[in-house]
């Protein structure tokens, strides 16, 4: 296996401090690509969740690279000083407080990635503007081995284009392999990145099986299509206009060597994750998407 060390651009005072709070696949990937790019990139998490990596280089393997990159990165429990950006990439409610610093961050750009955080909650502690968004990729990790599959990846920002914070955004992933897309429409954003991620999840959940298995079964197939058709309707509700083909060419991009996360869990946990996503199946929610709800009752029947 060939290794090449990971060094990234020289850094400037022009070059943006980055910090990432939530060690999570996500949050590795985007310091690897950070730091790549030559930001002074540091991870924040609780000291007990650091110590996996600390003395540890992290290997990671990306789509169409002969060689795999190893990095180091540099690692805290709480901000030394006031980061240009912070990038919340996951953290849990009782360790949002004493990583993030309000007081460190009142001219720092701030992405909220994290699904266990309410947003309005983050904005009162924190003191500042977040902007909320969601990114779509496909990672997995194995202890310190990190696997990229698939091709570019997709942010989606809760900003308006015309708002300075979008080009700042822009601008930090420029020349990277994540695309950017804007809209002050948080919604549409959220059910871009929530369609494909819902169906796909409850679908591995409920057959243990991944997603590339699933849609080569002709059978398997009427029910993705069964499930797009629901979820539009459940944007609907919501004033939001998902396309049907959208979401299909999403799901059928899936690599065929991703594995869900949720795919071989083995508790009622997983059940609940896609439970408090889906929303509670009130009459009206249940008769809009009686497949997404079978499939949720399917998962909940395995434990």
Not at 42 to 47: C, G, H, N, V
């Amino acid at each position: 296996m060939f290794f090449a060390k990971d060094t990234p651009s020289q850094t400037s005072s022009l070059s943006p401090s980055v910090c990432i709070a939530g060690l999570s696949d996500l949050g590795l990937f985007l310091a690897y690509t950070l730091q790549k790019k030559g930001c002074d990139v540091t991870i924040l998490d609780s000291p007990s969740r650091l110590s996996e990596f600390e003395n540890a280089d992290i290997i990671v393997k990306e789509p169409r690279l002969l060689q795999n990159q190893r990095c180091s990165f540099k690692y805290a429990f709480e901000m030394e000083r006031e980061p240009d950006i912070l990038i919340i990439a996951s953290l849990l409610r009782n360790t949002a407080v004493p990583l993030l610093t309000p007081s460190k961050l009142k001219n720092t750009l701030v992405l909220n990635f994290s699904l266990d955080i309410d947003s309005q909650n983050l904005k009162d502690i924190l003191k500042t503007p977040v902007i909320d968004a969601c990114f779509t990729a496909y990672l997995h990790r194995d202890k310190n081995h990190l696997s990229v599959l698939g091709a570019d990846s997709l942010l989606y920002a809760g900003v308006d284009e015309t708002d300075g914070r979008a080009f700042k955004i822009k601008s930090l992933f420029e020349d990277t392999k994540i695309k950017v897309s804007v809209s002050e429409n948080q919604r549409l954003n959220f059910w871009r990145f929530f369609a494909p991620f819902i169906i796909s999840n409850l679908l591995s959940a409920a057959r243990g099986k991944n997603f590339y298995a699933l849609y080569k079964n002709d059978e398997e197939r009427k029910i993705i299509d069964l499930c797009a058709e629901e979820t539009v309707a459940l944007a609907a509700e919501e004033n939001v206009r998902l396309e049907h083909a959208e979401i299909l060419v999403s799901l059928y991009n899936i690599p065929s060597g991703y594995v869900s996360p949720l795919q071989n869990a083995s508790s009622p946990k997983t059940a609940d994750i896609l439970s408090s996503l889906l929303g509670s199946p009130g009459k009206n929610r249940r008769a809009q998407a009686p497949t997404l709800y079978a499939l949720l009752r399917e998962i909940y029947n395995k434990y």
